[in-house]
């Protein structure tokens, strides 16, 4: 990308120094990533970010704004109806954002993780953007908890860059996936694609017992093959099958390797006080291993880190996780390839590098090797709408290489 050959020699500088400050650090400290991230940016300007996307050309990043109602309107978490929506932002030769436009797309519930489809499909263009929108726990413009079960349609939308709506697949009441495990998907929240198109969702499945009836919770990770979309998004059934996985724990984040290519989740049960055998654990699994209808023995990669919420992972193959459980310090995990979490170091420190509830990063790796990661921070049950963070930062072009010391 051209804007990226422009940086300025100050950002430049300022990371190749703290990068060489990062490793002493590292050194002294073996719990923290031995090369700092540099922080670039702090936006205000957004409703609960949750998820973020780089466009296919890595010119533009999509913030996803859930848009929880605050404490001083409702007596509960939970999303506001139709109150979601898409911002979009220009991503500058600096690695700064710029807004484009703060609502591309309004009248959403609860807009959470995102996803860029790598190849064309009969319906949808390569470059088309998935977001998951209409999970639970979900209540009414008056802070009313939603009890009817058919207000449940929780749905992956498709959309292009300019903001236009290229169709939804269906995964809520009376979809194909409640046909395969009896029960919708209830909290929508990640998802990723492969090379190939496939694509893989992580269900949370918080939130059911609000319903009247209550809606079982099936946790797990589901697959959906890039041949079964179009279908799917016209409403048939398809011809090759979607596949579930369950996990336990409540998974959240979700991403393909592209180091391995395995599929990776994490859980965030613990940031509920839901149980998870993990405590806040990362599972890995093949496509093939799909076919078992469960996880593989030796899935689990690490475990005890918290309550774990986005997932994503730089072009080498490291892997990036967010902490948001309340009694752990919110931070960035790093897990490089075969090795356990350390801490990723955010510098200058200060209030800059505070992190509120940092949810699903969005990773995009640049002209000169470094990578810009964009960190949604959600602001839990604030009341201030319009005023919530994302951080902006970089993480310098030896990033990757510090995993083989």
């Known amino acids: ?48 970010p949750e998820g973020a996307i780089f466009s296919a050309d890595g010119k533009f990043v999509f913030v996803s ?41 309004t009248g959403l519930t609860a807009p959470l993780g995102m996803g860029v489809l790598p190849v064309s499909t009969g319906k949808f263009p390569a470059g088309s953007i998935f977001v998951c929108v209409g999970s639970a726990p979900l209540r009414d413009n008056n802070g009313q908890v939603v009890k009817d079960p058919k207000r449940l349609q929780t749905k992956l939308l498709v959309f292009n860059v300019d903001g236009q709506i290229l169709g939804e697949i269906k995964t809520g009441v009376g979809s194909t996936f409640e046909e395969v495990t009896g029960s919708p998907i209830t909290l929508i929240n990640a998802l990723g694609f492969d090379k190939s198109g496939n694509v893989y969702i992580a269900d949370t499945a918080f939130g ?24 799917l998004a016209d409403n048939q059934a398809p011809t090759a099958k979607v596949q579930f996985i369950p996990v336990p724990g409540n998974p959240d984040g979700v991403e393909v390797s592209p180091s391995d290519g395995k599929i990776y989740v994490n859980t965030v049960g613990p940031v509920a006080g839901a149980p998870d055998p993990a405590g806040g654990g990362i599972y890995g699994v093949t496509m093939a291993e799909f076919d078992g209808g469960q996880l593989p023995s030796g899935a689990l990669v690490d ?25 752990v310090p919110p931070r960035i995990y790093v897990n490089c390839p075969g090795k356990p979490a350390t801490t990723l170091e955010l510098q200058p420190a200060g209030a800059m590098a505070d992190l509120t509830g940092p949810a699903d990063v969005a990773v995009k790796q640049l002209d000169d090797g470094s990578h810009l990661v964009v960190i949604p921070e959600l602001y839990a049950r604030d009341t201030t709408p319009g005023d919530d963070e994302i951080t902006v930062v970089i993480l310098p072009p030896n990033f990757d290489a510090a995993c083989q010391g």
């Open 1 to 48: 990308m051209q804007v990226n050959r422009l940086r300025g020699l100050f950002v430049f500088m300022v990371g190749i120094f703290l990068a060489c400050a990062g490793l002493a650090y590292g050194q002294m400290h073996p719990g923290v990533h031995p090369v700092p991230a540099v922080i670039v940016q702090v936006l205000k300007a957004f409703d609960n």
């Open 65 to 105: 704004n859930a848009a929880e109602l605050g404490a001083d309107r409702a007596d509960g978490f939970g999303w506001e109806e139709g109150a979601g929506y898409i911002s979009k932002l220009e991503v500058q030769p600096s690695g700064t954002l710029t807004m484009v436009n703060d609502k591309l797309i």
């Open 208 to 231: 059911g017992d609000q319903f009247d009836p209550p809606v079982p919770p099936k946790g797990g990770l589901w697959m959906i093959p890039v041949d079964a979309l179009d279908a």
């Open 303 to 327: 475990s005890q880190l918290g309550a774990l919420d986005g997932l994503d992972f730089t072009a080498g193959g490291t892997m990036l996780n967010t902490q948001i459980k309340g009694d």
